[in-house]
């Protein structure tokens, strides 16, 4: 076991190699020149030169790959060629909008999801249960774009029950902020939650273990509580685990549409102006992150499953 | 008793399934009318001024007319020839790599498959959203570069689901004996193993084609898409700042017609999961 937990940590380092390396090819390789783009037109090429010496971009490529390596496990970025400001500190600053909305969306829809699954679980086969899967089928099949468009347009500018955009710190004042996003954010997610659950729940039902269970007589909630529902948790946290590091990264459109000044939004403007640094690290924070929490997924996976064998 | 091959045995099960057949019939409609637009048939002329700028839908003009007072139904399809091209050509890209990288990595273990799992482990560490939108930005926007992104995505799971299922196969008797009576290594396992798991394939492209589409709508509307063509994507971008003034039509077009492929991919996976899937055989 402690073997095991050990051989996983120490393969992220490889994989962190290669996700820097991925980064490297397309930001210092492929990407060809960005002095030009910054500088506009009318560039000299002395100030040319002397910016790609400011940016470090004279280095060799080796050293350049090298220096995205440390910034995966220093977390420093350098700075911003938009802004001017240091990364690091600006990805603290957009954490805080990010995390208000992200969390408590991602929570209450994972809650209302796994209520919706038990229960349409409990009637399987019925009306209720058809129904409920239509629904995700065709929830799923609109494009994330028309609801936020859509619930913007209708609930804060129509009926005018939310702020249109826009973002105020401090507890209760942000509410009135993310309440709508994050109702969509919940919409959207229900879907294919409640399409996994559902299954991971209905697999469980028809083992043997579960008519052993109603033949001793216990009845069909108890069942579903006690039993069903405590082996379909294994695969639920996977499921749930590995999607919190999305949450760094914010809903991208949701904070675009709303004007939250979270680390989505952060993204999206630096995708817009070419700044690369901010990109780079972005992708290099969401990168560990999702390494991070895959390991984490892994690993409740086999301690609550003592049936996984370790190689 | 007598029985089918797996791919007729499939096929028997899915005309069976109503709800499957009509998705595939949406489906290779939306392939159809594609087709027609690429070939400049249809809504070439999309362009042209039709009408007065924004009317609302009417016999005259179905989805209504957008600023320049182009029509909007000619827009939807060309839209439609963009989403279409985008999934097949992630799919041109996807399968030839995930296929090759799975079957070597499945077959011969060793250091190869440590290789190709390295290989994947890494591209799945990189959020997709990150991968597509810089691969786009550094490729300089435009069609080509989300070919590219949506393929350079989508090989990651179709190779793992390939792996898993040759290593499973490599070691069954009917292998064995392919080695017994003098097949190599390659014959193996391009003329008995693949064709007994290609099925993952198809279903894989089925769900892979949704997410396709998905991601150049969202590409498009960030601007990193198609350029100077109508798209759903920036349709819905358009819709953004209209909506205000009640021009809903751009949006409605856009969201239904996405709404219908995705609808019926949904369903036609579902379906081809269980038509192809022998361990879900009968139940």
Redesign the interface.
């Given at each position: 076991m402690t073997k095991y937990i050990i051989r996983r940590l120490l393969y992220m380092i490889?994989?962190l190699l290669?996700?820097s390396?991925?980064?490297f090819v397309?930001?210092n390789v492929?990407?060809g020149d960005p002095t030009a783009v910054l500088l506009g037109k009318n560039a000299t090429a002395r100030q040319m030169a002397d910016l790609r010496e400011q940016l470090g971009l004279n280095k060799s490529l080796f050293s350049q790959y090298l220096d995205i390596v440390k910034s995966a496990f220093t977390f420093d970025f350098g700075y911003s060629w938009a802004t001017k400001q240091e990364i690091s500190q600006m990805i603290w600053q957009g954490a805080y909008p990010s995390l208000c909305l992200s969390i408590p969306a991602f929570v209450i829809s994972t809650v209302v999801s796994l209520l919706i699954s038990v229960f349409v679980a409990y009637y399987r086969g019925k009306g209720i249960d058809l129904f409920v899967r239509v629904c995700c089928?065709?929830g799923?099949?609109?494009?994330?774009?028309?609801y936020i468009?859509?619930f913007q347009?209708f609930f804060a500018?129509k009926l005018g029950w939310f702020e249109i955009s826009g973002f105020e710190e401090g507890f209760p004042n942000f509410i009135s902020y993310i309440a709508l996003p994050a109702i969509i954010w919940i919409v959207l997610s229900i879907g294919p939650d409640v399409r996994f659950f559902r299954t991971v729940i209905l697999d469980e039902i028809y083992q043997d273990y579960v008519r052993t269970a109603r033949s001793k007589g216990l009845s069909e909630i108890t069942i579903l509580l006690h039993h069903v529902l405590r082996n379909a948790m294994i695969p639920i946290i996977t499921y749930v685990v590995i999607q919190i590091?999305?949450l760094i990264?914010g809903a991208?459109?949701l904070e675009n549409f709303f004007s939250i000044p979270g680390l989505g939004g952060m993204?999206?403007n630096a995708?817009?102006s070419?700044d690369f640094p901010v990109?780079k690290a972005?992708?290099i924070i969401?990168?560990v992150g999702?390494?991070i929490f895959?390991l984490i997924s892994d690993i409740l996976y086999t301690v609550a499953d003592p049936r996984i064998k370790f190689k | 008793m007598k029985t089918n091959s797996l791919w007729k045995d499939a096929f028997i099960r899915l005309s069976k399934d109503k709800l499957a057949l009509v998705s595939l019939i949406i489906v290779l409609t939306y392939f159809f009318v594609a087709i027609l637009s690429a070939l400049g048939l249809i809504a070439s002329n999309w362009s042209q001024e039709v009408g007065a700028s924004n009317l609302a839908p009417s016999m005259e003009h179905f989805f209504g007319t957008d600023i320049f007072g182009r029509s909007v139904l000619l827009k939807v399809i060309r839209g439609t020839q963009v989403a279409m091209s985008v999934g097949v050509a992630a799919s041109i890209i996807a399968i030839p790599i995930g296929v090759l990288l799975g079957a070597l990595a499945g077959y011969f273990g060793g250091w190869i498959d440590d290789f190709v799992t390295w290989l994947y482990t890494t591209f799945s560490s990189v959020p997709n959203i990150m991968l597509l939108i810089s691969i786009t930005l550094i490729l300089g926007k435009g069609i080509f570069a989300v070919y590219i992104a949506l393929g350079a995505t989508s090989w990651v799971t179709l190779c793992r689901l390939i792996r898993g299922e040759v290593m499973k196969h490599k070691e069954r008797e009917y292998v064995q004996a392919a080695g017994a009576i003098g097949g190599g290594h390659f014959r193996k396992l391009f003329r008995h193993i693949l064709p007994n798991v290609s099925h993952i394939i198809i279903i894989n492209t089925s769900m892979q084609f949704q997410i396709a589409i998905k991601s150049e709508v969202i590409l498009s509307y960030l601007g990193l898409g198609v350029q100077g063509e109508p798209s759903w994507g920036t349709m819905i971008d358009d819709a953004k700042l209209e909506l205000v003034r009640g021009v809903w039509w751009q949006l409605a077009g856009a969201t239904v017609a996405m709404f219908f492929i995705l609808l019926a991919f949904n369903i036609l996976s579902d379906a081809l999961r269980d038509a192809l899937d022998p361990k879900l055989k009968g139940k």
């Open positions: 490889p994989v290669g996700v390396l991925i980064i397309l930001f492929v990407s089928i065709a799923m099949s609109i494009s994330a774009l028309a468009l859509f347009w500018y590091p999305s990264l991208l459109l993204t999206l995708l817009n070419s990109m972005m992708a969401s990168s999702y390494i895959g | -």
